[in-house]
């Protein structure tokens, strides 16, 4: 099996589908953890926020890399 890091393989496809949906589960996840601030045990709701606010740069940081494979996704290139 062939692996590479670099070039397009016939996953890309799913990988990219997989990519963006993660990207969208970390963006729902900090937003909802920041706007509806809940507190559980010892978990107050600053915790919560700081760990929302952490969740929505996650998902911010991973949509560049979501454009660079959506912009080099040439489909000449698959077989």
Same mark, same amino acid.
């Given at each position: 099996?062939?692996?590479?890091?670099?070039?397009?393989?016939?996953?890309?496809?799913?990988?990219? !589908?997989?990519?963006? #949906?993660? +990207? /969208?589960?970390?963006?729902?996840?900090? *937003? $909802?953890?920041?706007?509806?601030?809940?507190?559980?045990?010892?978990?107050?709701?600053?915790?919560?926020?700081? !760990?929302?606010?952490? #969740?929505? +740069? /996650?998902?911010?940081?991973?949509?560049? *890399? $979501?454009?660079?494979?959506?912009?080099?996704?040439?489909?000449?290139?698959?077989?």
């Amino acid at each position: 099996m062939k692996f590479s890091l670099f070039h397009n393989d016939r996953k890309t496809r799913k990988d990219e !589908l997989v990519l963006g #949906l993660l +990207i /969208l589960l970390w963006l729902a996840c900090g *937003g $909802l953890l920041i706007a509806f601030r809940p507190s559980f045990f010892f978990v107050g709701p600053s915790v919560t926020v700081c !760990l929302g606010v952490l #969740l929505v +740069i /996650l998902g911010i940081m991973f949509v560049p *890399g $979501l454009i660079y494979r959506l912009m080099t996704n040439d489909r000449a290139e698959r077989p």
